[in-house]
């Protein structure tokens, strides 16, 4: 339990297992992306050609999964041929008290290790999300390390309350958070109950891991939705887990209520059969975004 705990705690609704040794490793030419508006399938520069026109992109992702990084990293480069200096990166895996030294590393005013040792990268940074940063550092562009901080979000998974929380890291919770019964519950639940005997949570333990997600959700939402209100020109491309962001739940849902007027797209990941028939799973696949991506999922040994 205490495993599963910290499991969750460190980045809900993940995938952290180890990769695999070497084998024949996808690449983006073996993904199949299909447009949920025409139920065609598209390639991804004509993806990103069709989002142009909308204001905040998601990707959500499956964080194990090499493949997706890479055409995240195309999908930014399209964007920021089309957008130009307008464009924003935003990403669930730095967390706002470490914008401070992310401004500074993208400004090129601390080293690269300086700003590793401070900013809490996740364990696979340099071969997942550095790509990315270092894009946007060479092009000038913004990067908002948008989510809460994980030691928060690991005490609201624990104790169910932020109530008695120092007063320094206040500024880091967003402004308004909640975790109401619905749709994005029930989803939640499921998933927590899905086959998984050994990593069951009793009900008082489902509601406060589900707080703690909608915590990180309200914080990613309230990250876009303020630098947004500042830079009214913008056009944000945000990186998440799918779990925050299929079906324009979770942080989409959260930022859609902040701002109704915003134009919110979402990619979402999905895996490929291994006979290729996306077909069999897409009707409800395609409820999850506009654009869906399937990969052939590479499984990772299991953490030791």
């Known amino acids: 339990m205490k495993r ?17 040794a070497e084998a024949a490793l996808p690449t983006t030419a073996d993904l199949v992306i299909v ?14 050609k069709n989002l142009a026109g909308y204001d905040v992109v998601f990707f959500g992702e499956f964080h194990d999964q ?40 993208l400004a090129g ?17 340099q071969a997942d999300y550095r790509p990315m940063v270092e894009f946007a550092k060479t092009h000038k562009l913004p990067v908002l390390a948008s989510n809460v901080p994980r030691f928060l979000a690991a005490k609201m ?18 402004v308004k958070t ?24 009793p009900p008082h333990m489902v509601d406060q891991v589900f707080a703690a997600q909608c ?24 990186i998440n ?7 324009h739940l979770g942080t989409v849902e959260r930022l859609e209520a902040l701002d109704p007027s915003l134009k919110v797209g979402v990619i979402t990941s999905k895996d490929l059969p291994a006979d290729k028939n996306y077909r069999k799973t897409y009707d409800d696949a395609k409820k999850d975004g506009e654009y869906v991506v399937y990969f052939p999922r590479v499984e990772k040994q299991e953490e030791k």
């Open 4 to 20: 599963f705990l910290k499991f969750l705690c460190m980045c809900l609704v993940m995938n952290m297992a180890d990769p695999v």
């Open 35 to 48: 447009s949920s508006t025409d139920d065609k399938p598209v390639a991804a520069g004509q993806m990103t």
């Open 66 to 105: 090499d493949v997706l990084h890479a055409l995240e990293y195309d999908v930014l480069k399209q964007l920021y041929a089309i957008h130009g200096d307008k464009l924003v990166l935003s990403l669930e895996m730095f967390e706002a008290d470490t914008q401070p030294v992310l401004n500074k590393y």
């Open 109 to 125: 005013e601390v080293s690269e290790a300086d700003f590793l040792a401070d900013s809490r990268p996740w364990p696979r940074y």
């Open 157 to 174: 998974a624990k104790a169910g309350t932020l109530e008695n929380i120092e007063a320094e890291y206040r500024p880091y919770l967003p």
């Open 178 to 201: 909640s975790a109401p019964e619905g749709k994005y519950k029930e989803k939640f639940t499921a998933y927590m109950s899905k086959g998984q005997g050994k990593m069951q949570l």
């Open 215 to 238: 915590l990180k959700d309200d914080k990613m939402a309230e990250s876009i939705f303020y630098y947004l209100q500042n830079n009214k020109d913008k056009v944000v491309y945000h």
């Open 241 to 247: 887990g799918c779990f925050h962001s299929d079906g």
